[in-house]
């Protein structure tokens, strides 16, 4: 008898333990991040009758990988008594009014759209899924989405503008021009990268070294290492991402060592190996050169890219 009861114990006391470790390693996976989450209406002045202009709300949020937009917006404002009206429809939830400034009330389908690392979101904010870094905002728009940067009717994935914090391009930025360069010198620099889209309908995303768009990229707010030979792209509206159906554009930035030296196609201050072996490809196709790789790929000078110009290099490096 004394034993069973000691065995129960032990089981009770097995299951109390495990419940605790359950619960210790939910609370932890609970918040797994932070976003910033703004609120703001800069597009509904309070002479036209709005209660409120500017920010309403600006802080970090703790998430968990994967929280869906409108559960961490309506705790957080809920949590700081800010007034939030959620409307529930056959199409599911959405934000209707938030600090007393309501859908419609500006103009007709005036309302709260949900911009996640200054993409305008497409979808309702239950489907939009917020990572640690991120930063979501809440902005109140008069012309469906056109007065904070989203025009449905323009299908341009340029960029409007595009700075690197940490690092200067050497050429003036162009929409229209997809390459550039900036110098590094010998250095490792950690730097951000700032894109704004034309049309923020579109994500941007930037990668370093290789263009891989099924990869979440780095945003405004990642810092990324780079040095001199390293290449930058960042891609706009590439169609594997939502809300994109248009042609996606590329743009590079090839981070040099110093000025355009000849042969030196990778921008690492070097000519070497690497260098002739990229020339190869280019002048079978296999890669792409810009304008200015391709001035500095004509190691012979006879005015094209060809195996004549991997060979003079080649030729060079053995003669060191
Ligand atoms: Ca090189
Ligand atoms: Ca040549």
């Not at 990988?65 to 939030?84: F, H, K, P, W, Y």
């Not at 991120?134 to 728009?141: C, G, H, I, V």
């Not at 554009?249 to 002739?276: P, R, S």
Request: net charge negative.
């Amino acid at each position: 008898m004394k034993k069973t009861i000691r065995r129960i114990a032990a089981t009770a006391l097995a299951t109390v333990m495990t419940v605790t470790a359950a619960c210790v390693s939910l609370s932890v996976s609970a918040a797994s991040g932070k976003i910033r989450l703004v609120v703001k209406n800069e597009t509904y002045s309070v002479s036209d009758g709005a209660a409120w202009n500017g920010i309403l709300y600006d802080k970090t949020v703790d998430i968990s990988d994967g929280t869906d937009a409108l559960s961490t917006v309506t705790a957080a404002l809920r949590e700081d008594n800010i007034q939030l009206t959620v409307n529930d429809t056959q199409w599911g939830s959405y934000i209707a009014s938030v600090g007393n400034i309501a859908e419609n009330d500006a103009a007709q389908y005036s309302g709260w759209m949900g911009v996640q690392n200054d993409w305008v979101v497409n979808n309702n904010l239950a489907y939009i899924f917020l990572r640690d870094g991120d930063t979501f905002e809440l902005t109140y728009s008069v012309k469906m989405g056109a007065d904070i940067g989203a025009d449905w009717n323009n299908p341009t994935t340029a960029l409007k503008e595009l700075s690197i914090d940490g690092l200067t391009l050497n050429e003036e930025f162009t929409p229209s021009n997809t390459d550039y360069t900036a110098t590094v010198g010998d250095e490792v620099k950690n730097i951000f990268v700032l894109p704004t889209a034309e049309n923020k309908n579109y994500q941007v995303r930037t990668y370093i070294n290789e263009y891989s768009p099924v990869n979440y990229g780095y945003r405004k707010t990642d810092s990324i290492e780079v040095k001199a030979g390293d290449t930058l792209y960042i891609g706009v509206g590439n169609e594997a991402w939502p809300g994109s159906y248009p042609a996606e554009t590329v743009y590079k930035v090839h981070v040099m060592a110093e000025d355009a030296k000849l042969g030196d196609v990778n921008f690492d201050g070097v000519i070497d190996i690497t260098d002739a072996t990229l020339i190869q490809k280019a002048s079978i196709d296999l890669v792409e050169f810009s304008e200015l790789q391709n001035k500095l790929a004509d190691y012979n000078g006879d005015g094209r890219v060809s195996v004549l110009d991997t060979t003079a290099v080649q030729r060079m490096l053995a003669s060191k």
